[in-house]
């Protein structure tokens, strides 16, 4: 079936106010001793990075963002909805990855920025790749999940972003 897009009615514009938006912030606490250096990772990786990236400039979705066709796909929702998986599924049929986690957006031109060829995946969701656990490596100690490397779209500049895709349970 051929896709058909349904225009929205848009509101129309309010300004709040004439006074641009600015995030400041600044992370000056020291991270505990017995930290273990994946948990520092994550932590650099994860809600430092889009702290950054927001205050940067991009609009940061909580998803993942894949190249199929020549489109770039965003896949946001909920945790544990299966956006991390979903995404690993279609770059083993011939996707590649733009991001994971995150997808930071530049909402001028529309583009997505590419972050490193991997997915964060449960060892349920790796079995269902047909990959196994002992050959990846997990998040942390303690997490549940693990490295996942995939093909991804390289570091070769921002890719434009066509669609976003909501997942649901």
Known sequence: PRLQRHARKRPPRQSLTTAPL??????????????????????????????????????????SAIRVCHACISIVGASGHGKSTLAAVLCARGGKLVSDGMTPVDLTNRTVQPGPPR?????????????????????????????????????HGDVELSAVICVDE
């Open 119 to 155: 997915t964060k995946l449960s060892a349920e969701s790796i079995g269902l790749l047909g990959r196994n656990v002992d050959e990846l490596e997990r998040i942390h100690p303690t997490s549940e999940k693990f490295y996942v490397p995939v093909e991804g779209v390289g570091e």
């Open 22 to 63: 600015t995030l400041d912030l600044t992370l000056d606490f020291p991270l505990p001793a017995d930290l273990h250096p994946q948990h520092q990772r994550e932590l650099i990786e994860g809600p430092v990075r889009g702290c950054r990236l927001y205050r940067e400039g991009s609009f940061v979705l909580h998803g």
